[in-house]
């Protein structure tokens, strides 16, 4: 198996593909190199400087690859639609940052709220300033988070543990372990001192009639997206002082480069705090993602392993159409797997998926996936299908 790394990755993750015995490629491929290479390789992976586009991914289509991979969180820069035309799985690696994103999101709250990028700069010009940087703490304040997966979760056990922060969230799909009280999308407006979003997409969160809802003095922290705010409403709140303050981390066009001019209007004002999509850059989420992405990848080539794949479910679960088992005892060798197969779809019975694992030397037992029950008579069929033990379901 050959793993093409375009943007490159951290030596813990090059050794998870060595241990698994893949040859990985890192040398750097521009549009044309893609196109014309990319069918060699069993898989790629990429962060956010490569744009996997649809005619890289049909020419790797019509070659050796199979899987697409972000060392990260977000796939804008992949085109997983084609990906899916051309049955190629795209997977993430959405665990790696979770610690990091959380964490920065707290420095970003108390920035804003102590206003310490303020009195640095005005350090940094020869300038003491202090009465006018009088801030606030966080402590016993009101979280309000927007978007409560890994990264929501993880904030809201740091703010709860490290600052007695009341946590309040909004969630289309609530986890009811997470500890957070979770309210309306009105509510939480409404009531949070600090809201923090995390929701992902490109779709608008809070815009001018989110904000007119608000507390004038609340403070608004995005490491999410820079979509999920009407930028607009954002700047005028912000100009008018509808809000107490805004911090981010992300925004709706970002250079591509370093030291590429930073034009966003936000820079403007004065009760803002900016950092330049500095989220997952840790020394420790970058290792941590460039194994995660190595692992998932790998399970995927040499075992099957959906986990993580964003264009595919994880699970048959999430596919939300009945199943049924099919319990199967047989000798471990060739054929046998044919021959089942064989009596299920000569009675127009559907696999959807077979898992097989070793019970005892020479034997296995495979679960089979269904999408139709099988009756007494099917079963009777193949029970007296060669080397099968027996069936049950």
């Known amino acids: ?43 790629l992976i990429v962060r956010s400087a490569t744009k996997v586009t649809r005619e890289i991914i049909e020419a790797g289509a019509k070659g050796k690859l199979k899987i697409i991979g972000r060392a990260g969180v977000g796939y804008d820069n992949i085109d997983a639609v084609a990906a899916s035309e051309y049955g190629i799985v795209v997977k993430i690696a959405p665990y790696g940052s979770t610690n990091a994103v959380a964490e920065l999101t707290i420095d970003l709250m108390l920035s804003i709220s102590r206003n ?86 490109k779709d608008v969160i809070i815009g001018e009639k989110e904000f007119a809802s608000m ?31 805004y911090a981010t981390d992300v925004y709706t066009e970002e250079p591509k480069t370093e030291g590429e001019l930073f034009n966003d209007k936000l820079k403007e004002l004065d009760n803002v705090v900016l950092s330049s999509h500095l989220g997952a850059s840790t020394i420790e989420a970058q290792i941590e993602t460039s194994t995660e992405i190595a692992r998932v990848l790998s399970s995927y080539l040499l075992g099957g392993d959906f986990i993580n794949a964003v264009n595919a479910g994880e699970n048959i ?28 779809a000569e009675n127009n ?45």
């Open 349 to 393: 019975i559907n696999i959807r998926a077979n898992y097989s694992r070793q019970i005892n030397i020479g034997y296995a037992i495979s679960v089979y996936v269904l999408h139709h029950q099988v009756t007494p008579e099917i079963v009777t069929q193949l029970k007296v299908v060669p080397n099968v033990c027996n069936v049950k379901f």
């Open 317 to 344: 679960e999430v596919e939300e159409k009945q199943v049924f088992t099919l319990f199967v005892h047989h000798k471990d060798v060739p054929g046998v797997f044919a021959n089942i197969d064989k009596v299920l």
């Open 215 to 245: 507390k004038p003095t609340v403070f608004i922290i995005n490491t999410s997206r820079g979509n999920n705010i009407d930028q607009t409403a954002l700047y005028t709140a912000l100009k008018e002082k509808k809000i107490g303050g």
């Open 1 to 43: 198996m050959k793993v093409l790394l375009n943007d490159g990755l951290e030596p813990q993750g090059l050794k998870v593909f060595q241990e698994a015995g893949m040859e990985t490629d890192t040398k750097k491929r521009d549009l044309n190199g893609l196109i014309a290479e990319i069918g060699q390789f069993d898989a």
């Open 116 to 201: 310490t990028p303020q009195a640095h700069n005005s350090l940094k010009n020869g300038i003491w300033i202090k009465k006018k940087f009088e801030g606030k703490e966080l402590a016993y304040k009101t979280l309000g988070i927007i978007g409560c997966g890994r990264i929501g979760q993880k904030l809201a056990q740091i703010a709860k543990r490290g600052f007695d922060m009341d946590i309040i969230g909004y969630d289309l799909y609530p986890s009811q372990e997470s500890g957070i009280k979770y309210v309306s999308k009105e509510e939480l407006l409404k009531k949070s001192d600090y809201i923090s979003i995390h929701t992902g997409g």
